[in-house]
């Protein structure tokens, strides 16, 4: 098991170091700074609800996945695992689940439930440890493994696989004439390293605005 000291966590505190370093070794993101300020946080809580929540958002809009997740921890009250695995697949289909997605999600409850993922010792692992645990897990892939990195746990150097809004952003940003595939991603967010999850917050935010 690796220390908490081999990472760093972003917070409101670190985010700015961050920035600083970005800025000041990229001219084409110190432009994105100084034109739409620093980004969000975009902190999410550590759990089980985080996770349904990103899985909802595979291939699909943030709107679409947040009025599914809505709807069904408005009738959970409080989203556990256990909870989720009291509702029937009529249910999940009411709440706007597909079949494949709430197989996906049962698939993580049971595994919680069943002990053979426990969440909670996630935070004391490295990025690669958490990411292998994860990813053990049916419908959960490096891109959810990384969000689920990136956003709950905080992890400081994630660049998300295939992230199709941080490709766009970074043609845009980086005046490519087509969208970057990913081996293209890593090179140029490469330099960006130790601080590659703030990278792709401050693209992320470009993105949206």
């Avoid at 947040?66 to 409080?78: G, P």
């Avoid at 556990?80 to 494949?100: A, E, H, I, N």
């Avoid at 993580?108 to 440890?129: C, F, P, W, Y």
């Avoid at 940003?173 to 090179?187: A, I, N």
Wanted: charged share 20%; glycine share 6%.
């Amino acid at each position: 098991m690796s220390s908490p000291s081999s990472f760093t966590i972003v917070s409101k505190e670190t985010i700015a170091t961050g920035i600083a370093y970005l800025t000041r070794i990229d001219s084409d993101l110190d432009r994105v700074v100084i034109k739409l300020g620093p980004p969000p946080l975009w902190a999410r809580e550590p759990g089980f609800g985080t996770l349904v929540h990103i899985i909802l958002e595979q291939q699909v809009s943030l709107a679409s996945a947040r009025a599914v997740y809505e709807k069904l921890t408005r009738t959970a009250m409080k989203l556990t695992p256990s909870r989720f695995l009291d509702f029937s697949d009529l249910d999940l289909r009411g709440f706007g689940f597909s079949g494949q997605k709430a197989g996906y999600c049962r698939g993580l409850a049971r595994a919680i439930v069943e002990g053979t993922l426990n969440l909670d010792t996630l935070k004391d692992l490295s990025d690669q440890e958490t990411r292998s645990r994860l990813i053990e897990i049916k419908g959960i892939g490096p891109w959810t493994a990384d969000i689920y990195l990136l956003m709950a746990l905080c992890r400081s150097d994630i660049w998300p696989v295939g992230d199709l809004a941080l490709a766009s952003a970074m043609q845009q940003v980086k005046g490519l004439p087509t969208l970057p595939d990913q081996d293209s991603m890593d090179t140029i967010a490469s330099p960006w390293k130790p601080w590659r999850a703030v990278a792709a917050r401050i693209l992320w935010h470009y993105y949206l605005s």
